[in-house]
């Protein structure tokens, strides 16, 4: 069984990868990307927690599968935004979208 340090430190690192991606990146699809690893690791801590717990109760697992649909269908609206953009602007590029005036 993994350590729960090693878990959580694992999970801060792809949280941190995340929020990077989240302040750097310029394309929309790459942006919802970032935004799927911040929910992972945040999935990650719910299940760790849930593995150590004392009680044993699965609700950290019910959590995350809760979470995992959350996640999906974020990502089903964030692509059903990009396209409806990359229609109107023809480009997926955030700084073009915040110029966009309809």
């Given at each position: 069984?993994?350590?729960?340090?090693?878990?959580?430190?694992?999970s801060g690192v792809l949280f941190a990868i995340g929020i990077f991606g989240v302040l750097t990146r310029r394309n929309f699809i790459l942006?919802?990307?970032?935004?799927?690893?911040?929910?992972?690791?945040?999935?990650?801590?719910?299940?760790?927690?849930?593995?150590?717990?004392?009680?044993?109760?699965?609700?950290?697992?019910?959590?995350?599968?809760?979470?995992?649909?959350?996640?999906?269908?974020?990502?089903?609206?964030?692509?059903?935004?990009?396209?409806?953009?990359?229609?109107?602007?023809?480009?997926?590029?955030?700084?073009?979208?915040?110029?966009?005036?309809?």
């Amino acid at each position: 069984m993994i350590p729960l340090d090693e878990l959580l430190g694992f999970s801060g690192v792809l949280f941190a990868i995340g929020i990077f991606g989240v302040l750097t990146r310029r394309n929309f699809i790459l942006l919802l990307v970032s935004i799927e690893i911040i929910m992972n690791a945040a999935i990650l801590n719910f299940i760790a927690f849930a593995a150590y717990s004392p009680s044993g109760s699965p609700s950290g697992q019910s959590i995350a599968v809760i979470l995992i649909g959350l996640a999906a269908t974020e990502i089903a609206v964030g692509l059903a935004i990009v396209l409806a953009l990359n229609r109107i602007i023809g480009s997926v590029n955030v700084a073009q979208a915040m110029e966009l005036k309809l």
